[in-house]
């Protein structure tokens, strides 16, 4: 395992085909998944932490975001990972950046107006990272599933070279989907919020018995989730252009965000095939790595 902290020493130390894992660390099964992904498919797996100032819509959420560089090298490495490409702020933004990415359209709905500057942000920074890296293939959750769809389009609108490959949603034993801040969940609030994988499970089944309404689907989460939690929105979308559906009839997701407390959670389920059986993700059998030793 090799850390690195400029763009030029990590192209240096990559050889053959290059797999490329962004996160912005303090790491957990859903991003261990990506690198296993990456390594089946690579000669070197490099993965990025950078928390992007960039991508914050708000100023406490940066600030609160957790790190710990030590623990996540730990385990990107027994993940697989063969490079930890962990750049300061001075080798991401050295001046002053004047250049944005915008993709216009795929961040108008869902999470783009509840998180003003947020996909621009996201834009930009893997703009550069493949840039800089140049990487064969990119590997990304299909949990932020809006962003995946906005980086593929990103890379075919300019011409970037590499694949962009989304892999499965990482879940705990339980249903709720692996996210660093769920670490800020108090244990009733981590209650409360199982109800939104319930949810999406139930429409899932839904699905698979025919329901093709998106209004059924959004329907089936809201009535699991009651009042228990503040809902911002459950949306059916399509997975190339996140435009709002009202059937299911392409390739689409059933997407969420709401606030678990201070704590804001998305998850959604992806409809694939023909037959929109749902891609649930994957679920832990133990208990997640982001808990360490302590209790939950
Ligand atoms: P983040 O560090 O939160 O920016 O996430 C880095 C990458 O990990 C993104 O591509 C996310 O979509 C992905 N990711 C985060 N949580 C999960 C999860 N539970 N399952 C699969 N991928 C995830």
Same mark, same amino acid.
């Given at each position: 395992? *090799?850390?690195?902290? %400029?763009?030029?020493?990590? *192209?240096?130390?990559?050889?053959?085909?290059?797999?490329?894992? #962004?996160?912005?660390?303090?790491?957990?099964?859903?991003?261990?998944?990506?690198?296993?992904?990456?390594?089946?498919?690579?000669?070197?797996v490099v993965m990025s932490?950078?928390?992007?100032?960039?991508?914050?819509?708000?100023?406490? @959420?940066?600030?609160?975001?957790?790190?710990?560089?030590?623990?996540?090298?730990?385990?990107?490495?027994?993940?697989?990972?063969?490079?930890?490409?962990?750049?300061?702020? =001075?080798?991401?933004? #050295?001046?002053?950046?004047?250049?944005?990415?915008?993709?216009?359209?795929?961040?108008?709905? +869902?999470?783009?107006?509840?998180?003003?500057?947020?996909?621009?942000?996201?834009?930009?920074?893997?703009?550069? +990272?493949?840039?800089?890296?140049?990487?064969?293939? %990119?590997?990304f959750g299909r949990k932020?599933?809006?962003?995946?769809?906005?980086?593929?389009?990103?890379?075919?609108?300019? %011409?970037?070279?590499?694949?962009?490959?989304?892999?499965?949603?990482?879940?705990?034993?339980?249903?709720?989907?692996?996210?660093?801040?769920?670490?800020?969940?108090?244990?009733?609030? *981590?209650?409360?919020?199982?109800?939104?994988?319930?949810?999406?499970? *139930?429409?899932?089944?839904?699905?698979?018995?025919?329901?093709?309404?998106?209004?059924?689907?959004?329907?089936?989460?809201?009535? =699991?989730?009651?009042?228990?939690?503040?809902?911002?929105?459950?949306? +059916?979308?399509?997975?190339?252009?996140?435009? #709002?559906?009202?059937?299911?009839?392409?390739?689409?997701?059933?997407?969420?965000?709401?606030?678990?407390?201070?704590?804001?959670?998305?998850?959604n389920i992806h409809f694939?095939?023909?037959?929109?059986?749902? @891609?649930?993700?994957?679920?832990?059998?133990?208990?997640?790595?982001?808990?360490?030793?302590?209790?939950?």
């Amino acid at each position: 395992m *090799r850390i690195t902290k %400029s763009f030029a020493e990590t *192209r240096a130390a990559s050889l053959g085909t290059v797999g490329l894992v #962004p996160t912005m660390g303090f790491l957990h099964e859903g991003h261990l998944s990506l690198i296993t992904a990456a390594r089946q498919a690579s000669d070197t797996v490099v993965m990025s932490m950078f928390v992007n100032p960039l991508q914050f819509d708000r100023d406490d @959420d940066l600030v609160r975001y957790p790190r710990d560089l030590e623990r996540d090298v730990e385990l990107a490495t027994a993940a697989g990972a063969d490079i930890v490409f962990a750049p300061e702020l =001075e080798e991401m933004y #050295p001046q002053e950046q004047f250049t944005r990415v915008i993709v216009n359209q795929l961040s108008d709905e +869902l999470e783009g107006p509840n998180r003003p500057g947020h996909f621009e942000g996201v834009a930009t920074v893997v703009a550069k +990272l493949l840039a800089g890296i140049q990487p064969d293939r %990119s590997f990304f959750g299909r949990k932020d599933a809006q962003q995946l769809a906005i980086v593929r389009r990103m890379a075919t609108d300019l %011409s970037m070279p590499g694949e962009i490959v989304g892999v499965p949603i990482v879940r705990e034993a339980d249903g709720l989907a692996l996210s660093s801040r769920n670490v800020f969940l108090s244990a009733e609030e *981590r209650a409360a919020a199982l109800a939104l994988s319930r949810g999406l499970m *139930r429409a899932a089944d839904l699905a698979g018995g025919g329901e093709r309404e998106g209004s059924a689907l959004s329907a089936a989460v809201h009535n =699991e989730v009651g009042d228990s939690l503040e809902v911002e929105y459950v949306t +059916l979308a399509g997975q190339d252009l996140v435009q #709002p559906l009202e059937t299911l009839d392409r390739p689409a997701f059933l997407a969420l965000a709401a606030w678990a407390g201070e704590t804001r959670l998305i998850d959604n389920i992806h409809f694939d095939s023909d037959e929109f059986v749902a @891609d649930r993700g994957t679920r832990l059998t133990e208990r997640s790595v982001l808990y360490g030793t302590g209790e939950i």
